[in-house]
């Protein structure tokens, strides 16, 4: 098993650009997440996916949005990207249902830097 | 806003000794659970606590949980150099909410 995979582990784009991290995951969860982690904020949610074919806000949403493509892909675009949107994007996964199942599986990450 | 903070934000120590990190929260919590970040990687799940436990232990690892304080603490014992990792506590109330987490450096 690959666990949680990220393309691409590294992107530069200049302001306005636009693109889609991918993020995939091989364990059969329902739940996938959205994250950025900036120095000294820790992470912080963007959106998440709780089940196939629903998606919601967190904490930090506005300049993204999400794809639920399947149960085993979760998308993340940035339609016109800014210098604030610098940071390293994470991707995780759980399976959902119970209170023995809360663990959350990260992938290793995507460094995107705006210019 | 964070619902975690951890202290201290740094922690320097040498090899063989033990390392304890704190975590402090702000509302009610159905658990409690640490990671662990190693330089340039994703968040590994080290250990996992609910609001009705106070101790928990796995390996080197010890994790305790006062929620009439709103705190945790994680003690890692005869810590290693491997051990050298950024550590995160998250709170899961309706959602899993992350600290700004706490750099460990062992040294040889």
């Known amino acids: 098993n690959a666990g949680v995979t990220q393309t691409p582990k590294f992107q530069v784009l200049k302001t306005g650009q636009s693109m889609t991290l991918q993020c995939a995951q091989d364990?059969?969860?329902?739940?996938m997440y959205w994250y950025r982690q900036d120095p000294g904020m820790g992470l912080r949610l963007i959106y998440y996916s709780a089940s196939e074919g629903t998606t919601d806000k967190g904490e930090v949403p506005n300049g993204y949005n999400v794809s639920r493509l399947n149960k085993r892909e979760f998308s993340l675009r940035l339609e016109s990207a800014a210098p604030s949107q610098t940071s390293v994007y994470f991707c995780a996964s759980r399976p959902s249902g119970g209170t023995g199942h809360n663990e959350q599986f990260f992938g290793p990450g995507t460094r995107l830097t705006v210019l | 806003s964070q619902q975690g903070e951890e202290d201290p934000q740094a922690l320097s120590i040498q090899e063989g000794e033990n390392a304890t990190m704190n975590c402090s929260y702000k509302t009610s919590i159905n658990n409690l659970q640490w990671y662990r970040q190693n330089s340039g990687r994703g968040l590994v799940h080290l250990i996992l606590?609910?609001?009705?436990?106070r101790e928990k232990h796995s390996g080197r690892l010890r994790v305790t949980l006062d929620t009439s304080k709103k705190s945790s603490s994680l003690l890692i014992t005869a810590s290693r150099a491997a051990d050298t990792a950024s550590y995160f506590c998250a709170t899961l109330g309706n959602k899993l909410t992350f600290g700004t987490g706490t750099q460990l450096k062992v040294e040889l």
């Open positions: 606590i609910r609001s009705n436990e």
């Open positions: 364990m059969n969860h329902n739940s």
